[in-house]
C-alpha cells in the first residue's frame, strides 16, 4: 500500500507564493514517478509538473514554466512543488500522484499510468 498527503494549500493574492507538500508512505512498494496535477472549478484535471525517481528529471505543463518548481526530499520521503507568480487562473484542487512504473515513452502530465493519488489540498488565488 502506498498513501500520499498533500498539504500546504491556501488563499494567496495574485503574485504570491505557496510551497506544496506530498508526503509518500510506503512500507512495500517503489514508486518511480510522483506527478502534481490540479482540477479547477468546471474543469477536468490536469497535470501540473512530475518527477522521476530514477535520475530526479522534471517535466512541467506550459502553462506553469518558469513560475513552478518540483523537488524531492528523499530522507523524508515528500515531493515538493514551489509556486511562484501565483496567477488567479492557478486555483483549483491540487492532487499528487505516485506511479510505480516509468516508461519512457509515456506522458506523466495525463492521468493514466498513476495508480495511487492523494486527497487533495486547495489553492486559491484571489486579491
Known amino acids: 500500500q502506498l498513501q500520499l498527503v498533500e498539504s500546504g494549500g491556501g488563499l494567496v493574492q495574485p503574485g504570491g507564493s505557496l510551497r506544496l507538500s506530498c508526503g509518500v508512505s510506503t512500507f512495500t512498494l517503489d514508486y518511480h514517478v510522483i506527478g502534481w496535477f490540479r482540477q479547477a472549478p468546471g474543469k477536468e484535471r490536469e497535470g501540473v509538473s512530475y518527477?522521476?525517481?530514477?535520475?530526479?528529471?522534471?517535466t512541467y505543463a506550459d502553462s506553469v514554466k518558469g513560475r513552478f518548481t518540483i523537488s524531492r526530499d528523499n530522507a523524508k520521503n515528500a515531493v515538493y512543488l514551489q509556486m511562484n507568480s501565483l496567477k488567479p487562473e492557478d486555483t483549483g484542487t491540487y492532487y499528487c500522484?505516485?506511479?510505480?512504473?516509468?516508461?519512457?515513452?509515456?506522458?506523466?502530465?495525463?492521468?493514466?499510468?498513476?495508480?495511487?493519488w492523494g486527497q487533495g489540498t486547495q489553492v486559491t488565488v484571489s486579491s
Open positions: 518527477i522521476r525517481s530514477y535520475d530526479g528529471s522534471t
Open positions: 500522484a505516485a506511479s510505480l512504473t516509468d516508461y519512457r515513452s509515456r506522458n506523466y502530465l495525463e492521468e493514466p499510468g498513476y495508480h495511487y
